[in-house]
C-alpha cells in the first residue's frame, strides 16, 4: 500500500505512522526525521536544512523533492511506504506524481489528520523526544514512565529546536498558507480520506486502519 499521511505540525503524523508502518509492513519516510538525521550528522543539507528547520519555514521544494526522490528508488519501497510530512506544496505534490509516474505506481490513499489548533500548540510545546532511539513523549499525555529519560532505552529526553511557542505560531501559519491547498489537491483526486484526530492515539489508529479496509 502506498500512503501519504498529511495533517498540520502536532497532528499525530509520526504517532501514527510508527503503529501503521508495522502493522501495514511498509517503510516511514518521514522528510522532517531525514532532516533531523542529517542535522545530527552536521551534513551539508542538515546545515542547510536547519536554517529553515529553525525558523519554522519549509526547506526548499528541489532539496525536499530531491531526498524523497532517492528514497523511493530504493528496494524497501518497491512493494509499498508510507509518507510522513511529504508533499507539503503543490510543487512538491507535482513532483511526486511524476517521480510515481516514471516508477509505474500510484499513491493509493491520503489520510489527513485533522486536530483543532488549540490542542496543536499544547501537543507541540510538551513533545519531548528521547535523543538515542527517537522515541516521542509528551509531558502530560504521554509522560515517560522515567520521567526526564526515556522509558525504553534511558536516553536522555529534549524538546525539538522548533517546538518553541514562537516557532511553532510559524510552523502553523506555513502550513495553513501552503500545505493546507494539498487537502482540496488529494480530494480532487478521489483519494483523501479525512481522519479525526482529537482522540486517543489507539482510536485515531482504529479510525485510520478501518478507512484503509484493513480491519
Ligand atoms: P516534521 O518533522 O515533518 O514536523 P511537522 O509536520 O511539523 O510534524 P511534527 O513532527 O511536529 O508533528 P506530528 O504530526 O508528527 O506529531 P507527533 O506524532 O510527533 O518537519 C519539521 C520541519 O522539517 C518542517 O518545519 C520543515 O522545516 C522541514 N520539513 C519537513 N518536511 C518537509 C517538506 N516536505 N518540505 C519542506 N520542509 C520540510 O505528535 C505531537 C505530540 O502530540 C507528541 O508529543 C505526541 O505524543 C502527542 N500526540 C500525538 N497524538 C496524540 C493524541 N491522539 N492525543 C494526545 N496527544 C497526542
Given amino acids: ?63 525536499t523533492v530531491g531526498i524523497v526522490k532517492e528514497r523511493l528508488a530504493e528496494e524497501d519501497c518497491q512493494n509499498g511506504f508510507l509518507l510522513d510530512g511529504f508533499p507539503r506544496t503543490v510543487p512538491q505534490a507535482d513532483a511526486l506524481e511524476r517521480t510515481l509516474q516514471e516508477l509505474g505506481v500510484k499513491i493509493d490513499r491520503v489520510i489527513n489528520i485533522d486536530v483543532d489548533k488549540d490542542a496543536l500548540l499544547k501537543r507541540l510545546t510538551g513533545r519531548r523526544v528521547c535523543k538515542s532511539c527517537g522515541a516521542t513523549f ?55 480520506l479525512n481522519i479525526a484526530g482529537d482522540t486517543e492515539v489507539e482510536t485515531v489508529t482504529q479510525n485510520i486502519l478501518k478507512a484503509l479496509g484493513s480491519v
Avoid: W
Fill in 1 to 63: 500500500m502506498r500512503i501519504i499521511l498529511m495533517g498540520p505540525p502536532g497532528a499525530g503524523k509520526g504517532t501514527q505512522a510508527e503503529v501503521l508502518t508495522k502493522r501495514l509492513n511498509i517503510p516511514h519516510i518521514s522528510t522532517g526525521d531525514m532532516f533531523r538525521k542529517a542535522v545530527k550528522e552536521g551534513t551539508p543539507l542538515g546545515m542547510e536544512a536547519k536554517r529553515y528547520m529553525d525558523s519554522g519555514r519549509l526547506v526548499p521544494d528541489e532539496v
Fill in 138 to 192: 509528551h509531558i502530560d499525555y504521554k509522560p515517560s514512565r522515567e520521567g526526564n529519560k526515556c522509558e525504553f532505552c534511558h536516553g536522555e529526553l529534549y524538546q525539538r529546536s522548533d517546538d518553541s511557542e514562537f516557532t511553532v505560531a510559524n510552523r502553523l501559519a506555513v502550513y495553513a498558507e501552503q500545505t493546507a491547498p494539498l487537502i482540496e489537491y488529494y480530494e480532487r483526486k478521489g483519494l483523501l
